[in-house]
């Protein structure tokens, strides 16, 4: 299952999801679409692992592989995982092994949430050419009722590969049928293919080669409007691999896409980009193609974008949009903890940092630094976390601390590394500062 993809619209920390890959070896057939990642061997090193990322509190996590419900540790990592406080945990599976009674029940007890199945076509003859088992769609059918009749939410994948295989209206009717009274697949949505290895897949004499997207438009659009019909909601995730401007002349497709209008987007090796891309209204929140698309197809597809788009708008940290109400509102202004960050500087690598450089809330300038601290102090906040980056980089923050001490801000916390704190010069400093008034935290 690919890294870092969103699993819903749960609870998370700085907009987060920590995705683990847990098994390497896919069941029975090849996925050729997902990138396997490194695998965990057994449930001390998972252990380890945990350790490493901290408090799991307000985290998705994600359990992928390869098929992780062929992991004879399973069932142990969900219990870490949930007595371990992740707001919740998910199995990206095929759904194949689902099928087998009490299973999902029994994951369920144990503390999994939710279920990211792949569902690469509504085809039967389709499914036993990929999972190369006759009873394929038989299996993968009975996974997702069972799913969903064990109280797990259920959101489905469907990567766009073969002439047969992507049929998204075909697939929307399908999770329609499996649908129970009150109990539904959450969620669809499509991705073009990251990797062609091993493609096309064979049926008997005859191959599915895979359709452009522009063949499928037509079939996207027809898919999503009988998704919203039947109460399944779509998503184009910013990393599925298909352009924003394929969809331009669509309004209502325009808000299915899934991006942080905020945040400009990395360089990513996995996707490419037309020449013309450069004059789009949305080249820094706009991926592209995926590469093996590119390589396949070309990108003369694309169509500039050339001012904003009403729908197109995106959501923030890539979490659902939703309206405060004016109390929640007036809570958020009463709150007594504000955070500073200092500096996007660190000292460390730390591959679960969600830090990234993009950011605009450090505070850079000692003079407005000290006079948020008195803005805060006399708003009655009375406790101020420093954080970064790594705070203990930036050489004013024994004084920082001082002075929120002297200003009647009871608590004084201090986000680190400590990496630097090895060194008794600084941390009798901070320990001087930190205790100019009575009570302090420090983390």
């Not at 299973?103 to 990929?130: C, M, N, Y």
Request: aromatic content about 6%; overall charge positive.
């Amino acid at each position: 299952m690919s890294a870092g993809a969103p699993t819903g619209a749960r609870g998370k920390r700085g907009g987060t999801t920590l995705r683990l890959s847990i098994n390497e070896r896919p069941l029975r057939g090849e996925l050729p679409w997902r990138p396997l990642g490194t695998a965990l061997p057994d449930l001390e090193a998972f252990t380890k692992l945990l350790k490493g990322y901290g408090d799991l509190g307000a985290r998705d996590v994600v359990l992928a592989g390869g098929e992780p419900l062929e992991h004879p540790d399973l069932d142990a990592f969900v219990r870490l995982l949930h007595q371990g406080g992740a707001a919740s945990v998910c199995l990206a599976t095929t759904g194949l092994l689902l099928a087998v009674p009490e299973r999902a029940q029994q994951l369920r007890a144990l503390g999994l949430t939710g279920v990211e199945i792949d569902v690469p076509s509504a085809h039967p003859k389709v499914l036993q050419a990929f999972y190369k088992t006759e009873r394929a769609f038989e299996a993968l059918t009975t996974g997702i009722r069972r799913a969903l009749l064990a109280g797990l939410d259920v959101d489905v994948v469907a990567p766009l590969l073969g002439q047969q295989a992507p049929d998204p209206r075909g697939l929307v009717r399908l999770l329609e049928r499996l649908a129970t009274p009150g109990l539904g697949v959450r969620s669809l949505r499509f991705e073009a293919p990251a990797s062609l290895e091993r493609y096309p897949v064979s049926l008997g004499a005859r191959s599915l080669p895979m359709r452009s997207l522009t063949e499928l438009r037509s079939d996207l659009v027809a898919a999503a409007q009988a998704a919203r019909g039947a109460g399944i909601e779509i998503r184009l995730l910013d990393r599925s691999g298909i352009p924003f401007c394929l969809f331009a002349s669509q309004e209502d497709m325009l808000p299915l896409f899934r991006f942080d209008p905020r945040r400009p987007l990395k360089e990513d090796l996995a996707f490419a980009k037309a020449p013309a891309c450069a004059g789009c209204h949305y080249k820094a929140s706009c991926r592209g193609f995926t590469r093996a698309y590119a390589e396949a197809f070309g990108t003369d597809e694309v169509q500039p974008i050339l001012a904003a788009l009403p729908g197109l708008e995106g959501d923030r940290a890539g979490s659902e949009r939703r309206s405060w109400s004016e109390g929640e509102r007036g809570h958020a202004r009463e709150s007594r903890l504000k955070i500073m960050r200092l500096t996007l500087a660190c000292n460390q690598r730390c591959v679960f940092c969600p830090t990234d450089g993009s950011s605009e809330t450090i505070q850079t300038d000692q003079k407005e630094r000290l006079r948020q601290l008195r803005r805060w102090a006399d708003g009655g906040v009375t406790w101020v976390s420093f954080s970064g980056g790594e705070p203990t980089l930036v050489p004013e923050l024994p004084s920082l601390v001082k002075v929120a001490a002297d200003l009647g801000i009871r608590d004084r916390e201090l986000i680190t590394n400590a990496v630097r704190l090895a060194d008794p010069r600084r941390m009798d400093a901070l320990i001087e500062a930190a205790y100019a008034a009575r009570e302090n935290t420090v983390d």
